[in-house]
Every structure is written in C-alpha cells, then in structure tokens.
C-alpha cells in the first residue's frame, strides 16, 4: 500500500509528466485553447498510458532488450488506434477538432517514457498505477492550462462540452464575461507557453516553500534536545 | 571635451527628455491625448514594479529610482495609438513590467525589449483597439473621454499611411496614384530624429544603431522599390512614417537588450532595418518596429558571441 502511495505521489506532483519531466509538450500545448479539447486530450492519453503500461509490464519477459523499444512503440500504436477509432465512431466532431492529435499520442513522449522507465521493469499491478496516476497528473495540467486559456481568451469554460458529455455537457457551459473581445494572445502559442511556465512556477514555489518549512522543522528538531 | 559618466537614473532622464519633441510633434497634431497615456503608463507602471518587487522580496526603493520603467512606459504610451482606451496601456504597461522585465530578474536581465514585448502583446491580443488611429486633432476633454469610455471612438479614426498603403495595395491601385504625404507623420518622426541626435551628441547613444538601422531600411526599400515602384514604396516613405525614427534612435539603442560590441551593432541594428520594411510590406500588421526588434532580441547573444574584438596582444 505504501508503495501506491509513493507511485501515486510520483504520478501526480513529484514526477508530474506535465510540469517536471516537461514530456508531452507538443499536445499539451497544442489542443489546450479550451478545457473540453483539454478534458478529451486527457482521457485519451492517460487510457493509452495504463493500457500500454499494462502490456509493456505483462510482455516485459519475453520482450528481447535489444528490439524493446520498437515492440513498445508498437503497443503503444496499436492502443492508439484503438482511441482513434472510438473517437472516430462516438464523438466525431471533438475528432475532428482535436485532428492529427490523436494519433500523435503514439510520439508521446511521456507514454514511451513510463513504459521504458517503469513499466518494462516492475510487475503488471504497479504499471497500471504507475499508468493511471501519471495520465491524470498530465490530465490534471492539460485542464488548469485549458481553463487559464479559455477564460481569458473567450472568457468561457466548457464551451462546447456537449462535444463528448452529451447533452449534459451543453448545461456545463459558464460565460464570465457578456461581449467578450476576448485576449487573443491566451488562445494563440505563446499563450500556451506562458501559461505553462506560470504553472512550473506555481509548483516550483510551492516545492520551495515546502522545503523551507521543512529544514525549519528539522532544525528546530536538532536544536531542541541541546536547549533542554 | 571630457565624457562625464551619467548613472542609469540620469541616463533614463535624459532620453525622456529627447523623447519631447516628437511627442510634442504628436499632441500639436493629434491633441494631448497622448500626455492621458504616458500619466497612466507611469502610474501603472510604477505601481507594477512595486508591488512585484514586493512579491519578488527585493528592496522597492533602488530600483524603481533609476527610471527605466519609466521609460519603459513612456515608449509603449507613445506607440500605441493616443486614443486607444485606458485599459489597453494599462495592460499592455503592467505586461511589459511582468513578462518584459521583473520574471526576469530586473532591469539588465531581460533578453527582450519590455516596452516592444508590451507592445506586441497588445497588438496581437487587441488588434482592433490597437489600430485605430486618430484621424485628426482631438481636444483634451474629448480625448478623456474616448479613452475612459464615455463617448463613442467613432468618427475619431483614421487610417495612418502605412494602413493606408497596404489597403490601397490589395486594391490593385499602383501607388503613384496614392495620397502618401502625411505631414503629421513627417514631423512627429522629425522630432525623434532630432531627439535622436542630442542623444548621440551627449554619447547617451552611439553612431552604429541608428545610422545602421536607417541604413538597413532604406536598403531593403530602395531593392524593392527598384523591383516594382508600382507596387512598394520609396525608401523617403518608409523613413518618415510609422516608428522608424523612434526605432532607430529610442528603442533598438536599448543598452539592455541590444548588441554590445562595435561591429555587432552595426549587424544588429541593419538587420532590425531591413525586417521592418520586410514585415511592413508583406506581413499582416501595418507596423512592424516591434516584431523587428524583438526577433533580433534574441540573436543578440549569438551576434554578440561572433563579434567579440579581439583581444590587444593576442
């Protein structure tokens, strides 16, 4: 149980895909200009992440080291395909709007990357943790970078949810600002790469805030058995 | 004659003094609008700067007290159009401080230009705001409200001539046929010029930027302008409209984000030149002082690494 922990505190804050390995950067910067490409984006990748993990984590035996990762990066399609064509078949016009995206999760680095690093090397229960935590930490950046873009680019959120939540996604829609103009600079590239770097600052000053409270602790702890 | 040496803050002061001219040049053709901007641009900016200094956890006081974001503000007031409204500067002031300067480290960090980063963030988020243009002399009441949004922009715009060459352009009509003479554009980039030249006799600037870049404009004009006079204007045109000579002697002479060696600058700023009749002619945006300067901003460690002067001896 312990050992989940740690992997679920590596996926989603210590190791985040997103913010600390900088992995993904391509769809992550891309599809974000609203929360709901970002939402589809995220399920995709991270449902690609625990099936790929899973399978790398069961074949990882009988995989030869030398042909490894061409065998994974052909797992990783064959998933790949498979979201491509749910996509294709159940919400196509969200297929439509996220495009050449789709496919490209198989050049995901961050896919490749987990099956190589810890799939390929831990047992089948691990991988699938491994998998889902870090695709929901991604997941989780993706949607801030989403929401930070969408409000202030269309000062909307949820904008065409009913894409992939039916008609219950059409209720979801919130309009902040009435006659919008819009910062269209959110909604452009270097919107997405402002945006980010805002939100590895954001973490980097949590992390350093909490290393600090930390030594403050720890030599409060050394000092006070030589006070008393 | 000896050189006395002038701190940051006497430095700043005295390139906001050269600066009067040609805003004087712009309030007797335009009207004061363009003093409303430059208040709340200092305003802003000053506000700006401290409280992220604050956040940052450095001493205010020594900063803001050698004027560069002053005259960070004072450039991204007079480049954007007098009666844009007051939430435009603002915006486009506290960016420059933010995303321009202060993330950074502060003044003598920053890799790109604050006021042209300000600028382009402006142009690029609002360009319907950002391009309307006062069409003729605007009293100071009037211009109030306009820019705090009491009464209506309309009526009040106008085309400047580089809008008005790119649309007559697309027309088919051959630019001979065209009225380009703005008189108004001629004095306003007068002014800077001769702003531009008390800098370079107090050796607040040196010769190679601005003669470079002038040189690099009229370059570039003068090939196209041989190529096809029917379609690009002459080199005389490109010269006195728009922010050339702002460019040429305020903004690309920035000691922080330009080139620092001798022949680095003569590239740096004939290049700058040369983009910004490339970018006015065949880009999207009537102006283009702003992505010029910026797109050079950032080869400037690259020029700068190829052109050190060989060192005495070696």
């Given at each position: 149980?312990?050992e ?15 913010l ?15 929360v ?13 992440l ?15 080291k030398?042909?490894r990762?061409?065998i994974?990066?052909?797992?990783i ?12 078949s ?15 999760i198989v050049?995901?680095?961050a896919?490749?990357?987990r ?33 930070m873009r ?5 000062g ?10 039916g008609?219950?996604?059409?209720g ?8 919008y103009?819009?910062t269209?600079?959110?909604l ?17 000053l ?5 290393m ?15 006070t008393? | ?6 701190n ?5 002061r005295q ?6 001219l ?13 003093l ?12 700006t ?6 956040l940052?956890?450095?001493?205010i ?19 954007i ?5 007051w ?44 391009t ?21 922009i309309?009526g ?35 002014g800077?010029?001769?702003?531009g030249i ?8 040196l ?8 040189s690099g ?9 041989l ?15 728009g ?5 040429a ?17 003569i ?19 009537p ?11 950032i ?16």
């Amino acid at each position: 149980m312990q050992e989940y922990l740690k992997i679920t505190r590596n996926g989603l804050w210590n190791n985040n895909q997103a913010l600390v390995a900088l992995l993904g950067l391509c769809p992550l910067l891309a599809v974000t200009n609203n929360v709901t490409n970002a939402i589809s984006l995220g399920i995709a990748t991270t449902f690609v992440l625990v099936a790929s993990n899973l399978s790398v984590s069961l074949f990882r035996n009988h995989i030869r080291k030398e042909v490894r990762i061409p065998i994974f990066i052909l797992l990783i399609a064959s998933f790949v395909t498979v979201v491509d064509l749910i996509m294709q078949s159940f919400f196509y016009d969200m297929y439509l709007i996220l495009g050449i995206f789709v496919p490209l999760i198989v050049t995901n680095c961050a896919i490749l990357a987990r099956a190589e690093a810890f799939a390929s090397k831990n047992t089948w229960d691990r991988s699938v943790i491994d998998g889902l935590m870090m695709g929901v930490g991604f997941s989780i950046v993706l949607v801030l970078l989403g929401a930070m873009r969408e409000i202030l680019g269309s000062g909307t959120l949820f904008d065409q949810a009913d894409l992939i939540f039916g008609d219950l996604g059409s209720g979801l829609k919130v309009t902040f600002f009435d006659q919008y103009q819009g910062t269209l600079i959110a909604l452009l590239p270097p919107g997405a790469f402002i945006g980010l770097g805002l939100i590895v600052a954001l973490k980097n000053l949590i992390d350093s805030r909490q290393m600090t409270a930390q030594t403050v602790a720890n030599s409060k702890a050394t000092l006070e058995p030589q006070t008393n | 004659m000896t050189v006395k040496l002038l701190n940051t803050n006497q430095i700043m002061r005295q390139v906001s003094y050269a600066l009067a001219l040609g805003v004087g040049a712009q309030v007797y053709f335009f009207g004061s609008s363009v003093l409303i901007q430059i208040f709340l641009a200092c305003i802003t900016g000053l506000i700006t700067e401290a409280l992220f200094l604050r956040l940052r956890g450095s001493e205010i006081k020594p900063e803001i007290a050698d004027g560069s974001v002053v005259l960070t503000a004072i450039l991204l007031a007079i480049s954007i159009p007098s009666i844009a409204p007051w939430w435009i500067i603002v915006l486009g002031v506290s960016f420059a401080v933010i995303f321009g300067k202060q993330i950074f480290g502060g003044l003598g960090n920053n890799p790109f230009n604050p006021a042209m980063l300000g600028y382009a963030f402006l142009l690029i988020s609002y360009p319907m705001q950002m391009t309307q243009w006062p069409a003729d002399y605007i009293s100071m009441g009037q211009a109030a409200d306009v820019i705090f949004g009491l009464s209506n922009i309309d009526g009040l715009t106008g085309a400047t001539s580089l809008d008005h060459v790119k649309t007559q352009l697309t027309m088919g009509i051959p630019i001979q046929e065209l009225e380009l003479n703005s008189i108004s554009q001629l004095w306003i980039n007068i002014g800077f010029l001769i702003g531009g030249i008390y800098l370079l006799l107090r050796r607040i600037i040196l010769w190679q930027i601005p003669v470079s870049l002038l040189s690099g404009v009229v370059v570039m004009s003068t090939a196209l302008y041989l190529v096809d006079s029917n379609q690009f204007a002459s080199s005389l045109f490109h010269l006195v409209n728009g922010a050339t000579m702002l460019a040429a002697f305020f903004i690309a002479t920035d000691p922080v984000t330009a080139s620092t060696t001798p022949s680095g600058r003569i590239i740096y700023g004939f290049l700058i030149g040369i983009l910004i009749v490339i970018i006015r002619v065949f880009g999207g945006y009537p102006d283009a002082v702003a992505f010029a300067v910026l797109l050079l901003n950032i080869t400037v460690p690259l020029i700068d690494f190829y052109t050190q002067p060989k060192v005495f001896g070696k």
